[in-house]
Every structure is written in C-alpha cells, then in structure tokens.
C-alpha cells in the first residue's frame, strides 16, 4: 500500500509499509499488545482495590466519628441536666435566704427598734 504526502520541501510521494515484515515480528506484537492489555487490567483491578481500601476506611472513620458524636451529644445532654439542677438549686437557695433575711428582720431588727423606742420613751419619763 502506498500513502501520499505533500511534502513542501521535495514534493516527493513516502512509502509507509503497513503489514508486518514477517510472521515471527507479528507474533512479537501480539505478545506485547497481550502483555499491553494485561498490565492495564492489572493497573485497573490495583485502582479498583485500593479505591475500595479508602472507600473503606472513610466509611469506618466516618462511623467513629458518628459514635464519637452520639457520645458527646449523650454527654452534654448530662451536663445540661446537671446544670438545671444545679440552677434550680441555687434558686431555692436564694429563696430560703430571702425568707431567713426576712425572718431575722422582722424578729430581731424590727422589734429592736420598737424596743428602742420604747426604752427611749421610758427614759423620757423619768
């Protein structure tokens, strides 16, 4: 078979062969297009694997991370817990100082001042 080329510096026609020179060196391409071809499977199933290998190891990962989460989640749900309690505590305690301050004043420093008083009128008297 012939090809033509326009070649610009001679203008002259290239003969490019296209079948093989004899059987042995097709045979010898043959093999190497079969080792081509299995290589590239070979390079194909590794990608394959070890896609599957990260693929893997993400999905363990982001598992751990899901547990980790619901723990922290549990976690500061206790903690909220607590601090309501904690909360509530502290406003009962208010509420009893109140009620003791009040007590302590209308006992003691209300009646002192009527005491007081009543010494101090006691005293004009006399």
Partial sequence: MRAQRNDAESGSDTVVPFAPA????????????????????????????????????????????????????????ELEAERQAYQQRTERAKQWLHRIYADIDDRFLKSDGRRTAAAGATRRRS
């Fill in 22 to 77: 004899s059987e042995n060196a097709s045979s010898d391409r043959a093999d190497q297009l079969d080792r081509a071809g299995q290589s590239i499977l070979q390079m194909l199933h590794n990608a394959a694997d070890l896609a599957e290998a990260n693929s893997q190891q993400a999905l363990d990962t982001a598992q751990q991370l899901a547990h980790q989460l619901r723990a922290a989640e549990a976690r500061i749900a």
